[in-house]
């Protein structure tokens, strides 16, 4: 009668244990993953921990003997790289500059997919006339090109960053709005869902206990790709001028401010900033790409071997 | 036979492993089919059925391996052959008849172009006025019409039987020496299997084909086979002639399989066979099934018994095989019908005519069933009856219906959601699909706990105690708390399905199909289960299944529904043995019986 009296090997659910921990497994094994992860941690870590190590205030002048020197001066034992339009030192200001750009579009993207999500799992849940409004919703704001309607909103009211956050934030939502549903509408058919419904489960706790943890895969990659746009577009507002103001240090703003620069021989103020975006989305996308690669099982017979 | 007498199929140590590990999946399987002979191949799930029928095609799923053995064909062996000749026999020297007919015919073909596909593929005759009829002799074999309107559908147009005749003529058509059946009639409807199984036999007999039967239905197999194999964990233990094997088998496995099997000429109590098949890879050195075995000695698990010879023609792979053997020949426990309890005033649940529909189609007209305090009331009708819909408006799944519902003298709002909780509670429902009713992200444990959470206040350390506790009246261990339900087998998911239903303390569970997902052997430890729930903890059932033969074991009314409607209700005795209505006697009729198979082919 008892179908557990035949112990079963545990070897052979040593792999299945702890789902979530066999994915992870999967995601790491992978060189992409390992590489995504160094750029992202040094990147992040520059952004966090630089500001500590900066020679000067973000806003500090350069001076040598009492004098401010010149600005785009070339790399000097005063100025490790040189300083940027204003005379300042163009490492310091690189090390303190990360921080915005990191903290917005983490805080937007955040932002996005929690909406997005709850939108996408009401939706797949509700069908009907509610899965129809909040989707086409969803498509009106999905017409508007990300980077124009964060424009637009800014323009409109000033560039406040709560407003970036909230702007960006909105256009990260229908997209992921649309791949929660499409993940959830399979899951919303599954018998276990009628089994909470017919025990009285609540709604809430069916959309995000039931359903949600059900299509995590996608929205992770999802999310990871949502990330690394804003990253983009976060840092393309503060070039155009929408983002933090001067005299703040900001990577995005850094560009801009010392596009001459290049042409004045002192390219340290444009080519820092931009590779560390550069480098922070390609990692990002790594991940995601190496997260998306083991949750479709791409890598796992690798894995096994 | 041939003309030097050789049989037309030869397998001889047939071994298949895993392509990287070279951990076996068969191996030392060894039997012979002759020509119009069928060969039934039986076993639970899992126990390498399939794949010793795809390794007569000289296929094997990816990540497999055809290892060792030799598989003869009129004494030429088609391993050795390139994956060139290999496709050109198959179809024309050897055929495959799947399971599920959908997989064999292509959705966007019409059918009249499907099978003449298969014609001119294999060369048959010289022109197409010769394939054309031929066309139609093979879909008149099958019992099925040939006229233009028919030809000119397409699969999604035909129902599932049609279909499974349509595999069946393409697998005929070039008139193979060797075909291979791997649970065509597992998805059909009794009376569509009937029919199915009739013209498989008639088939195999006129054309002087080999037949392999692969399947996991021991009656069915009774039916259709001259001679039975049974396969456990990847090896053959069992051989013989199917009445000999059916009723004197030698090896304890085979004796458990007839045991679990359910009939509907008597009232036997069902026997499941406790344990699982171990997999490959973790098969336990001596006689794979020791473990699971009432027999078993020291010798057993040690070293793995050779073949040996019960008779001339019946084979077995049992060091205890003389002792299985002398204990008597093999006795199913016939059980009697329990005495009935004084009904009181009061039905435990009343459904008052109940009409159901899907948007404007109507699925169920003017329904009126009820259901007592600790019996048992089975409802049975074939796929569409609409069995399954009035079971999900009981259970306030399916809110689209008019009528009454009344739990305990009180009437029900129809929607689980309008219902109270203490109505929610006293009827809980059980799934036809274990794999599709548990959430695969949830344990075990918080899968039972759920219901506790919503209708009982307990402390988490109460919580934890009561769900094992529930576990366990599942038999189920304790320790599976902490388990997914993708590490369990289907048997262990659907224990814990009910373990989820019984942690409300309900009065009426709602059973539907509940076993059809599962082996016959895991169909029986469930059966028995819930036979011995009813009369413990005083349940009421309302055990839903298109399985008539099912009934006998655990109902003690049961209901026939056709095409939305109860045609004939009884208790089972009575419809069993004197059904009134000819639908009820069509159904019996058609359902496989071991007992009536193998009088018939005694007789």
Known sequence: MSEQAVAVAPAAHARQHRPWLLLLGDTWRQTRTKLGVTLVVLLVGTAVIGPLFAPFAPEESVKIAGQ??????????????????LGRDVLSRFLWGGRSVLALSALATVFGAVLGIAIGLVAAYSRGFLDDLLMRGMDVILAFPQLVFALVVVATVGPKLWLLVLAVGITTMPRVARVTRGAAVEVVERDFVRAAESLGESKRKILFFEILPNITSPLVVEASLRLTFNIAVIAALSFLG???????????????????????????????????????????????????????????????? | MNGDGRPTLEVENLRVELAGSGVDIVDEVTFTVAEGEALGLVGE????????????????????????????????????????????????????????????????????????????????????????????????????PSDRKFLRRYPHQLSGGQQQRVALSMAFACRPHVIVLDEPTTGLDVTTQAHVLETVRELCKSHGVAALYISHDLAVVAFVA??????????????????????????????????????????????????RAPPPGHRPTGCFFAPRCAFAVEECRQTFPPVTQVSSSHDVRCWRAADVLAETVLERI??????????????????????????????????????????????????????????????????????????????????????????????????????????????????????????????????????????????????????????????????????????AEPSLLVCD????????????????????????????????????????????????????????????????????????????SDTPSLDTALAAAAG
């Open chain 2, 513 to 588: 199909e509940i076993t059809s997902a599962l082996d016959v052997s895991v169909q029986a430890a469930i059966v028995e289960l819930l036979a011995a729930l009813q009369r413990e903890m005083g349940l009421g059932l309302l055990f839903v299944t298109h399985n008539l033969a099912l009934i006998r074991s655990i109902a003690q009314e049961v209901a026939v529904m056709s095409e939305g409607r109860i045609v004939e209700f009884g208790t089972v005795e009575e419809v069993l043995e004197s059904p009134r209505v000819p639908y009820t006697q069509k159904l019996l």
């Open chain 1, 242 to 305: 929408f983002g933090l103001q001067p005299p703040a240090a900001d990577w995005g703003l850094m560009i801009n401010e010392n596009r001459q620069g290049l042409l004045a021989g002192q390219p340290w103020g444009v080519l820092l900033p931009v590779a560390a975006i550069g480098l922070l989305t390609i990692g990002t996308s790594l991940i995601g790409d190496g997260f998306a690669r083991a949750a479709i099982g791409i890598q796992r017979g690798k894995a096994a071997a």
């Open chain 2, 226 to 275: 001259d001679r039975v194999a049974v396969m456990y964990a990847g090896r053959m233990v069992e051989s013989g002639p199917t009445h000999q094997l059916f009723r004197a088998a030698a090896h304890p496995y085979s004796r458990k399989l007839v045991q679990a099997i359910p009939d509907i000429s008597g009232r036997y109590a069902l026997v499941g066979i406790p344990g």
């Open chain 1, 68 to 85: 401010f020197i010149l600005p785009f001066a070339a790399p000097s034992d005063a100025a490790t790289l040189g300083t940027d339009n």
């Open chain 2, 45 to 144: 799930s899992g126990s390498g059925k399939t794949t010793v029928g795809l390794a007569i095609l000289g296929h094997c799923r990816r990540g497999a391996r055809l290892a060792g053995g030799e598989v003869r064909i009129d004494g030429k062996n088609i391993l050795a052959r390139s994956p060139a000749e290999l496709r050109g026999m198959r179809g024309r020297v050897v055929s495959y008849v799947p399971q599920d007919p959908t997989a064999s015919l292509n959705p966007a073909l019409r059918i009249e172009t499907q099978l003449m596909e298969t014609l001119t593929a294999h060369g048959y005759g010289s022109s197409a006025e010769e394939r054309r009829a031929r066309l139609g002799e093979m879909l008149a074999e099958v019992l099925l």
């Open chain 2, 334 to 503: 016939r059980i009697e019908a329990a005495e009935r309890e004084q009904r009181g005033e009061v039905s435990l649940l009343a459904a008052r005519g109940i009409r159901a529909s899907y948007a404007d189609r109507e699925v169920v007209f003017d329904v009126s069933l009820a259901v007592w305090p600790q019996e048992c009331l089975a409802l049975v009708g074939e796929s569409g009856s609409g069995k399954t819909t009035f079971a999900r408006c009981i259970a306030g799944l399916h809110r689209q219906y008019t009528g009454e519902v009344i739990l305990q003298g009180r009437s029900l709002p129809p929607g689980a959601g309008n219902r109270d909780r203490e109505s929610r509670r006293m009827v809980q429902y059980i799934f036809q699909s274990p794999y599709s009713s548990l959430n695969p992200r949830k344990t075990v444990g918080q899968i039972v706990a759920q219901p506790i959470r919503l209708f009982f206040d307990l402390e988490p350390r109460e919580m934890r105690a009561r769900v094992i506790e529930v576990l366990e009246t599942v038999a189920l261990s304790g320790t599976l708390i902490d388990r997914y339900p993708d590490q369990l087998s289907g048997g262990e998911r659907q224990r814990v399905a009910i373990a989820r239903g019984l942690a």
